[in-house]
């Protein structure tokens, strides 16, 4: 029978994350990142995501030629974790047989949850309703559900204030204090905890300037190989968001595949029988958890060598299993 699961992940940008948009345009900067089309926010895409993902679970496992476009050099994939989790094409026969399956995870884009913004009052934490919503967070004004967001040009706070508060270039107005309250599993964070008290709810029409206005741009020049100097000409710019930006995305698990094949799992075990330097894995959402976790030492995204691309998990996903929504609100 099929299996149905989904984990939401909180994540937080260790380093400055570039994902771009693919060749240059005219304006602010040369090279962009990737956007939602409707509301101009950038994102993480669940592409990225699940390459990076399928890579360094690859290597973790000993087996990285599991991580390419083909798994011909792949011995058994169909005992594979890696190939299990994230679906392989492996060609016999000279090429005239071909084995293929899709994989059992889906890995969605990472949305912009909490965006770190200058404030005369040091770093500040922008956020909507709808987005801390989405996320499993409860957000209360005067003990009581809040119940809308606030009018553009307006901000609540998760302190006390009364004069006007800037967000980087825009000054607006302070219109009362909220509480916001995290998921359990998020609760205890050390990351989340620093933040807790500098969150700035706005509205949705005013998020995405807010987050826009205040992306990380860096300057960069090619080098010259053969004088080790720079080319003239050659200076670029590029955006990227920015340190301390919380984003959260969903890893849904369709295990099509389950009782009809010999699941290669548990395992504790590299492929060439080592130790795992990750925890064992007991199905295909701890692969996709242990690729995930080595974004926080390799990166993902574009600029890698330049000290970008860092993402760290925070605290343990958010699960549920599929029709456990359903049961609840009975």
Not at 89 to 99: F, L, W
Not at 231 to 240: H, M, R, S, W
Not at 304 to 322: A, C, D, M, N, W
Request: charged share 20%.
């Amino acid at each position: 029978m099929a299996t149905y699961q989904r984990q939401r992940y909180l994540l937080m940008t260790v380093d400055p994350v570039h994902i771009g948009a693919g060749g240059y345009r005219l304006g602010r900067v040369d090279n962009s990142i990737v956007r939602e089309p409707g509301t101009r926010v950038p994102k993480i895409p669940g592409t990225s995501l699940h390459g990076a993902a399928r890579s360094y679970a690859a290597q973790l496992y000993e087996t990285p030629e599991a991580a390419g476009q083909s798994q011909d050099k792949v011995q058994n994939p169909d005992q594979n974790p890696v190939c299990y989790t994230f679906g392989y094409i492996k060609k016999t026969n000279n090429g005239n047989d071909v084995k293929a399956y899709s994989g059992v995870v889906n890995i969605f884009d990472a949305h912009v949850l909490l965006f770190p913004v200058y404030s005369m009052t040091g770093p500040v934490w922008v956020t909507t309703l709808g987005r801390l919503r989405e996320a499993g967070f409860t957000v209360k004004h005067n003990g009581a559900d809040l119940a809308t967001e606030p009018q553009t040009g307006t901000v609540l706070l998760t302190w006390a204030r009364q004069d006007a508060l800037n967000l980087g270039w825009l000054m607006v107005e302070v219109k009362g204090k909220i509480s916001v309250e995290a998921p359990v599993e998020w609760q205890k964070e050390q990351r989340w905890q620093a933040i807790n008290d500098h969150i700035v709810l706005v509205s949705e029409s005013l998020f995405s300037h807010v987050v826009n206005s205040n992306l990380e741009v860096r300057t960069s020049v090619a080098i010259d190989p053969e004088r080790g100097a720079a080319e003239e000409g050659a200076l670029f710019t590029y955006e990227a968001l920015p340190r301390a930006t919380f984003l959260t995305t969903e890893v849904v698990l369709d295990d099509y595949r389950d009782g009809a094949n010999n699941r290669p799992f548990p395992k504790d075990k590299t492929h060439k029988n080592e130790s795992s330097p990750s925890a064992p894995r007991q199905g295909p959402l701890d692969v996709v958890k242990a690729g995930l976790r080595m974004i926080e030492w390799l990166g993902v995204g574009g600029m890698g060598t330049r000290g970008f691309g860092r993402l760290v998990i925070v605290g343990e996903p958010l699960e549920q299993k599929y029709g456990e929504e359903r049961s609840n609100e009975q």
